[in-house]
């Protein structure tokens, strides 16, 4: 009797339980507790824990040379160098004297301001020994009426394009090398336009088939003529663009771009709500810039963010890949970029550093040069938008 009575108290037991488990709300110590929530949070970057900083690439590494004629775009002109040419050619194991009869500069046309017509390339020869050191005063006193190789008009309906020069005749003679030179040509580009603030974009030596060119053809002294007729083409040795000494953008302001190239870091402090446990649904990095942002019409550039491996200032290694970029155009407002997988690496048992590097998509390349404002700005510091799902309470565990 007592065994009868012992095993259907148990079952009555067994009964309650499940009934209750069944009853949402009813067993607060193993179930779940409540519904799914999504929440938002904005983090500021750390203060002070942004920067600028510059050195990471040169102005020879340039892919376009954005070419313009002051107003709110600045002076900005080109120097290509070439490699040294000679005036022989081997056939066989001889080698045989060029008699030049013509000599073509070839230069493309990237982009340029289809809102204003008129534009003109002015084309100079300058000293075969220049090289990057060459200032901009410099610069401007080389480019007289006498070193003038050609005015070539670049047609209203052009967008793009090559521009092959041909030169033959009298005009060789603006060819001829000093000594010094070495039979290196050295060229200049300059835009005229009817007004200020026009700019343009001609390829230049990392630009693929937009590369500048220069050509010497001519005729040799051999019986075969099938051979008589030769070329001799040369490359860039060294290009790149020249513009007045930049105004010193202050260390309140994070620069991207610009001359010299710079690069910018920011830093956040992810809260440990976010760090140990939380899930982000999305992460959205806001940049404010200081001062518009100038182009010629229909522009645009790139950023680019990588996070970082190890968080070491100015030398920091950043991933190889970009975690995020987006295009920005001409007078744009507030950036904003989707972080939301860069952030979550901030996450887990071996997070990486809490920081973000922004870099311009083509550095020395470009006319747009964003200035966005920090943490020391009186406004508008870099910020997280973060949208988490905080976990699910296990009450009682």
Known sequence: MRRFLLLAAVALAAAACTERLTTPGNCPA??????????????????????SFSGYSS?????????????????????IRFIQRGDSVIVGAESFELAIDSIIVRVVLQERDTTVGNLQLAIYRLPGTIDSTLTWTELDALMTEANR??????????????????????????????????????????????????GAYFGASRSGDAA?????????????????RQLLQRAVAQNFPVRPAPTPVTDDLLLVGGDPASRALIRFALPDFLRDSATILRATLELTPDRPIVGIPGDSTRLDVNALFADFGAKSVPLNSPASL??????????????????????????????????HGFEWSSFMTPIFRSTRSASGAPRL???YRPPFALEGF
């Open 326 to 359: 987006t295009w920005i155009k001409p007078g744009a407002d507030t950036i904003r970029l989707e972080m939301t997988q860069l952030v979550r690496t901030w996450q887990g048992a071996t997070p990486l550093p809490a920081a973000l590097r922004i870099r």
């Open 30 to 51: 193993l179930c779940p507790g409540g519904e799914p929530e999504v929440r938002d949070t904005v983090l500021t970057a750390v203060p002070g824990g942004d920067s």
């Open 212 to 228: 500048p060119v220069f050509q010497t053809w001519g005729t040799i002294a051999v019986d075969d003529t099938a051979q008589q």
């Open 59 to 79: 102005f020879t590494e340039a892919s376009s040379f954005p070419l313009a004629n002051g107003g709110a775009l600045g002076e900005s002109r080109a120097v």
């Open 149 to 198: 190789l050609r005015t070539i008009s670049i047609p209203d309906s052009a967008r793009s394009g090559p521009f092959p020069l041909l030169f033959t005749g009298a005009e060789l003679s603006k060819f001829d090398f000093a000594p010094a030179d070495s039979s290196r040509l050295a060229i200049g580009l300059r835009l005229i336009a009817p007004q200020p603030g026009v």
């Open 385 to 387: 938008r973060i949208t």
